[in-house]
């Protein structure tokens, strides 16, 4: 009885341990620093959270459909290049639709590849990132892109906006996180995105076909990928061909964060809005703590580490499990 | 044998899962230079014993004992270290090395500055293979063998240890009849050294052959031990299924209506040949044979997860082509297929999700799923099969192999197909709920419903059959009405042996 008990309180400990460790970062941070729990540095926090944010709801639909999603950082970089080129070739109505367009072209590609074709998705999403990037490259001819008339346009709404005193990538990301959630939790599609991952061949056996939701997970990867080159190309009005570089990463660790397993099958947009959220703040409490910004890519690895251990730990009952 | 003591001993083991007692109180021990049977149905707790001895589980209640000392297995590599060593069903052998790399693996014969002794390896392993005379030698590639050679290698493996218990969990499910002989002689000199050896398998014919008492297992309950000598078949049978085996034949028929599925010539490569048969409304038709008879390919084809090489299938008299599960769900088949966990379930979603899959696209209100909707198909089939669950909410994973097996019938039944098909409805879940499974086939057919019914277990084909169909080798070997039916010539036929002459 006593293992039985002590076994019961790891799978606890497990399970809500990214809760816990997230109260503990919070209390720490605020008795390191009085400015961390602020309205104004909370305020601060959400708007740079929202981009990684906005992203991160699409890779929640790949992850739980069981597959993964590295390419969207590069792919980001390429969004954000291609409005800023276009908008002052076509101009932003025209732009905006362009750039949408030849972003969801990169997701329906990599979607028939992972969804038709059955190759592994760690594969291509790691062969995207990188053919991405060339391809970004290729279009700017290595050059920064920026819109040549900063003052008078009025793209900048989507990056810099406010509207009822909350600035617009946060609207953004929380109409999208709305429409995403409950296009997850209450619609057929949704359903599907679960028992696709869950278990690939019983949805086969069940008549949904299971191509077509891979595809159209990879595609709504794409469809949040472009909003995010929004947000950034809105925001900075001309950007480096290297901007969303290693964005992947933090979108993952977010959505893992959140507890969505890699081996698919579950995971939810709330949670990954949590797990989006404890990033910011995590990050945020480490430079107000006066750490430099790059201690934060190693603080991220260990988060995602500790969360898939977490995971693991939660499924097994125990933490330690020295199976030879 | 009473006056030694026995060399491993369980007492009153206990284990639950979420949803299932697995092991009820189980108490069972091997004497030194015994062959001991552990027998039971599929689901009957054998290998969540053998587990919990391996260290893999560990017990919620009982004790392990060797000797006259208190164990405790905390991992495999435990047990190992105690003596205790398996021979599984399944390999777990790393391809790409050699016979002997495989068998030392984790314990090469070293020389000076950690380089391993090719020479000492090749001649301790030549040593064993020897003993087992196999026709190979140490230096072979494992992925090179045939499967039961590989096997063979598996055994040379728990050779090295200072074995005080071997168990093997159906080792002959891929051996010839020569290398059967071989391998008893293995068990015998292991016999003769007095090791404690259990020994699983479903081959009665073994059993009686090599064991010296069997143990019996039914729905995680230990029911006895017999000496081999003592007892026959009929009896260990008898303790196994609860009752006597039961050999009824459906008498009821029903009114039968039009022919719901026609099957031309169909063939598949060489999966099957030349099948044509017909299933009525209000009609059960019983596919026996062997494994690999090429049953489950027809329901696969018929489902449209296969393509046919030739032939035709006809619905209702009109010509159809399958070409995916979509096509023939849209068409009123509904497949219950062979593996629950692996192609009828999505074990981590809840009860009614699953039960709804199928048809999740039709059951919207606007964008959404239509959930009230779900749950009156969910509570209505939870009340037509008596599926006991805390709530819809249930994950499926936690329920018992029976009512997984009917959330899988019932999220088809909701479909109201027009033909049911079952592949291996019952395997693996206790002996209530298979009758209640008899029952519910037998009540579809009633209503009209036309379902084809694919079993490896006579008694199921059986008794809920109005036709046989016979199969051997990809071929129908023969058509039998349940009144013509007899246990011998149903044998016969799935042997191979006087059937029509269809079949060479």
Same mark, same amino acid.
């Given at each position: 009885m006593a293992t039985l008990s002590k076994q019961k309180i790891g799978s606890v400990l497990a399970k809500q341990g990214i809760l816990i460790a997230f109260a503990v970062f919070i209390v720490a941070f605020t008795l390191a620093n009085n400015k961390f729990l602020t309205v104004d540095n909370v305020f601060s926090v959400v708007p740079a959270s929202a981009k990684q944010g906005v992203m991160a709801l699409g890779v929640t639909f790949v992850v739980i459909s069981g597959n993964l999603d590295l390419s969207v950082g590069s792919m980001m970089s390429f969004s954000t290049i291609v409005v800023l080129d276009l908008h002052d070739k076509i101009g932003p109505f025209l732009a905006i639709p362009a750039m949408f367009a030849m972003t969801l072209c990169l997701g329906a590609f990599i979607g028939i590849l992972v969804g038709y074709l059955r190759l592994n998705s760690l594969i291509v999403t790691l062969g995207m990132l990188s053919a991405i990037h060339g391809l970004t490259l290729t279009y700017s001819g290595g050059q920064n892109m920026d819109i040549a008339d900063k003052e008078g346009t009025w793209f900048s709404v989507f990056g810099q906006g406010t509207a009822l005193g909350i600035p617009v990538p946060i609207l953004i990301f929380a109409l999208l996180a709305a429409v995403l959630g409950l296009m997850l939790s209450r619609t057929p599609f949704g359903r599907k995105v679960y028992a696709v991952g869950g278990n690939g061949t019983a949805a086969t056996f069940s008549g949904i076909r299971r191509a077509r939701t891979v595809f159209m997970c990879y595609?709504?990867?794409?469809?949040?990928?472009?909003?995010?080159?929004?947000?950034?190309? @809105?925001?900075?009005?001309?950007?480096?061909?290297?901007?969303? /570089?290693?964005?992947?990463?933090?979108?993952?660790?977010?959505?893992?964060?959140?507890?969505?397993?890699?081996?698919?099958?579950?995971?939810?947009?709330?949670?990954?809005?949590?797990?989006?959220?404890?990033?910011?703040?995590?990050?945020?409490?480490?430079?107000?703590?006066?750490?430099?910004?790059?201690?934060?890519?190693?603080?991220?690895?260990?988060?995602?580490?500790?969360?898939?251990?977490?995971?693991?730990?939660?499924?097994?009952?125990?933490?330690? #499990?020295?199976?030879? | 044998m009473t006056d030694t003591k026995p060399i491993l001993r369980l +007492?009153?083991?206990?284990?639950?899962?979420?949803?299932?007692?697995?092991?009820?109180?189980? #108490?069972?021990?091997?004497?030194?230079?015994?062959?001991?049977?552990?027998?039971?149905?599929?689901?009957?707790?054998?290998?969540?014993l053998m587990k919990v001895l391996g260290g893999i589980h560990q017990p919620d209640g009982g004790a392990i004992y060797m000797g006259d000392e208190q164990v405790v297995m905390s991992g495999p590599l435990e047990a190992k270290a105690k003596g205790i060593v398996f021979i599984h069903q399944e390999l777990s052998l790393a391809e790409e090395l050699t016979v002997a790399e495989n068998i030392y693996l984790g314990e090469l014969p070293r020389k000076s500055f950690g380089r391993v002794d090719w020479k000492t390896l090749a001649e301790k392993t030549n040593a064993i293979l020897k003993k087992l005379r196999v026709g190979f030698d140490a230096l072979t590639r494992v992925g090179d063998l045939s499967i039961a050679n590989q096997q063979m290698v598996e055994i040379a493996r728990a050779l090295t240890v200072d074995a005080k218990a071997v168990i093997f969990d159906e080792p002959t499910a891929s051996l010839t009849?020569?290398?059967?002989?071989?391998?008893?002689?293995?068990?015998?000199?292991?016999?003769?050294?007095?090791?404690?050896?259990?020994?699983? #398998?479903?081959?009665?014919?073994?059993?009686?052959?090599?064991?010296?008492?069997? @143990?019996?297992?039914?729905?995680?309950?230990?029911?006895?031990?017999?000496?081999?000598?003592?007892? +026959?078949?009929?009896?260990?049978?008898?303790?196994?299924?609860?009752?006597?085996? +039961?050999?009824?034949?459906?008498?009821?028929?029903?009114?039968?209506?039009?022919?719901?599925?026609?099957?031309?010539?169909?063939?598949?490569?060489?999966?099957?040949?030349?099948?044509?048969?017909?299933?009525?409304?209000?009609?059960?038709?019983?596919?026996?044979?062997?494994?690999?008879?090429?049953?489950?390919?027809?329901?696969?084809?018929?489902?449209?997860?296969?393509?046919?090489?030739?032939?035709?299938?006809?619905? +209702?008299?009109?010509?159809?082509?399958?070409?995916?599960?979509?096509?023939?769900?849209?068409?009123?088949?509904?497949?219950?297929?062979?593996?629950?966990?692996?192609?009828?379930?999505?074990?981590?979603?809840?009860?009614?999700?699953?039960?709804?899959?199928? /048809?999740?696209?039709?059951?919207?209100a606007g964008p959404f799923v239509a959930e009230g909707a779900e749950v009156a198909i969910f509570d209505q089939y939870r009340d037509q099969l008596d599926i006991r669950t805390p709530g819809w909410r249930a994950r499926v994973g936690n329920l018992s192999g029976g009512n997984q097996q009917k959330i899988v019938i019932g999220k088809w039944l909701s479909m109201h197909p027009s033909l049911l098909i079952v592949d291996e409805p019952t395997r693996g879940i206790d002996v209530g709920s298979k009758s209640e499974i008899h029952k519910l086939l037998r009540g579809l057919a009633a209503k009209g419903y036309a379902v084809m019914v694919i079993s490896s277990e006579m008694p199921e084909v059986l008794h809920v059959s109005d036709r046989i169909v016979a199969m051997y080798s990809g071929r129908i070997m023969r058509t039998f009405t349940s009144d013509e039916v007899t246990e011998d010539s149903l044998i016969q036929a799935i042997s191979g042996l006087g059937g029509d002459g269809k079949a060479a």
């Open positions: 595609i709504l990867s794409a469809f949040c990928v472009a909003t995010a080159g929004l947000i950034q190309a @809105s925001r900075s009005l001309g950007s480096q061909n290297t901007v969303g /570089q290693g964005l992947e990463l933090e979108v993952l660790a977010a959505v893992i964060l959140g507890g969505a397993s890699l081996m698919g099958g579950s995971g939810t947009i709330f949670k990954t809005v949590i797990g989006v959220l404890i990033l910011g703040f995590i990050q945020n409490g480490l430079l107000l703590l006066g750490l430099q910004f790059y201690v934060q890519y190693v603080v991220t690895w260990v988060i995602i580490i500790l969360a898939v251990w977490l995971d693991i730990a939660a499924k097994r009952g125990r933490l330690w #499990s020295p199976i030879a | +007492d009153g083991i206990v284990k639950t899962f979420p949803g299932v007692r697995a092991l009820d109180g189980v #108490s069972f021990a091997v004497m030194p230079g015994e062959v001991h049977a552990l027998m039971g149905e599929n689901g009957a707790g054998k290998s969540t009849d020569a290398e059967k002989v071989v391998l008893f002689d293995v068990i015998s000199d292991l016999k003769a050294d007095g090791v404690g050896i259990i020994y699983i #398998s479903h081959r009665m014919e073994e059993i009686f052959k090599i064991t010296d008492r069997i @143990s019996v297992l039914r729905d995680g309950q230990y029911q006895g031990t017999v000496a081999t000598p003592e007892t +026959d078949e009929e009896r260990v049978t008898q303790m196994m299924i609860g009752r006597k085996l +039961d050999l009824t034949r459906n008498a009821l028929h029903h009114e039968l209506g039009d022919v719901a599925l026609e099957v031309r010539g169909l063939s598949c490569g060489k999966l099957y040949t030349d099948i044509s048969f017909e299933v009525r409304r209000g009609e059960v038709v019983g596919f026996y044979g062997l494994v690999g008879a090429g049953r489950t390919e027809i329901a696969e084809t018929l489902f449209g997860l296969r393509d046919p090489s030739a032939g035709q299938i006809l619905l +209702d008299g009109e010509e159809v082509r399958l070409n995916s599960p979509v096509d023939a769900i849209a068409r009123g088949i509904s497949l219950v297929p062979e593996d629950r966990k692996g192609q009828g379930l999505v074990l981590g979603m809840n009860c009614r999700d699953n039960m709804t899959l199928p /048809q999740v696209d039709d059951l919207t």
